[in-house]
Nanobody, 119 residues
Framework: QVQLVESGGGFAQPGGSLIVSCTAS????????MSWYRQAPGKERELVAT???????SYVESVKGRFTIWRADDKNTVYLQMGFLKLQDTAVYYC?????????????WGQGTQVTVSL
């Protein structure tokens, strides 16, 4: 059974930091690109950061220099370190796994974890 279990998140003040993590099971973690998406109230879900199966990282422009994604393949876990948090970073953060195949690869989602940045 495939599972993506997120943890971390919570509350932070502007300028603060948080870490969210996502532990995978039920598939071969090293065959998957891992990403974090977020969805704020009333907005569409957006891609925040991706780390490929071989470690290449990419970020949405709004978080570059503030967020860091990394993966621990020995733990089947992907992390997102969020720093210099802003009010607009408030959202539900979702873990996403996409199989590294040219087409038709499997895609999995976590259940989401709330991150709230407030004064």
């Amino acid at each position: 059974q495939v599972q993506l279990v997120e943890s971390g998140g919570g509350f932070a003040q502007p300028g603060g930091s948080l870490i969210v993590s996502c532990t995978a099971s039920g598939f071969t973690f090293t065959d998957y690109h891992m990403s974090w998406y977020r969805q704020a109230p009333g907005k569409e879900r957006e891609l925040v950061a991706t780390i490929s199966d071989f470690g290449y990282r990419s970020y949405v422009e709004s978080v570059k220099g503030r967020f860091t994604i990394w993966r621990a393949d020995d733990k089947n876990t992907v992390y997102l370190q969020m720093g210099f948090l802003k009010l607009q970073d408030t959202a539900v953060y979702y873990c996403h796994a996409r199989e590294n195949r040219p087409a038709g690869g499997a895609v999995y989602w976590g259940q989401g974890t709330q991150v709230t940045v407030s004064l």
